[in-house]
């Protein structure tokens, strides 16, 4: 997958995680805050690819399959990870460069059966403050329903330098 949201890569042979952050669809603006362990191995094991990545809205999709516990629909902790994927990186997003988010609360109600194909998580803020962040996060399956609905609260620690 090509990176959406930059025409040319410019740090791409100097990051440790250029192949992963752009198969994830992460902007390379984004890049120098994942250094150490890029989108992290949950994001790689759940497909997760971003789609939109802008401070006001993040957004990303992730298959049903593989993702399903035993009845064969979409596990719950897999859209609760989706949900709270979206939230971190929204908070890291307006935190970039000052502040690392850390996740204090993670809320999520399921409203409708994941059954195929690709949800798509869209994550808009609540609330952008100096300490903390608090993201809304709505999932839906390819027919537009609502499959759940979660929130999240991130407190932004200080950038040790």
Known sequence: MSDNFTS?????SAHPFAAQLARHGIPESMWPYLLQNGVGELVEKLEIIFTGFEPQRVAATMPVAGNTQVYG????????????TLGSMAAALHGA???????????????????????????TPVHLGR???????????????????????????????
Do not use: F, W, Y
Not at 73 to 84: K, N
Not at 101 to 113: C, S, Y
Not at 142 to 155: F, K, L, P
């Open 97 to 123: 460069g000052r502040a690392n988010p850390v996740g204090v609360d993670l809320n999520i109600t399921h409203h409708k059966a994941g059954r195929a194909g690709l949800v798509t998580g869209v994550c």
């Open 131 to 161: 300490s903390s962040t608090c993201h809304e996060i709505v999932i839906s399956n390819e027919q537009g329903q609502r499959v759940a609905t979660a929130r999240i609260t991130n407190m932004l620690l200080p950038v040790e330098n």
């Open 8 to 12: 040319q890569t410019t740090q791409s």
């Open 73 to 84: 629909i979409l596990h719950g902790g897999a859209s609760a990870a989706l949900a709270e």
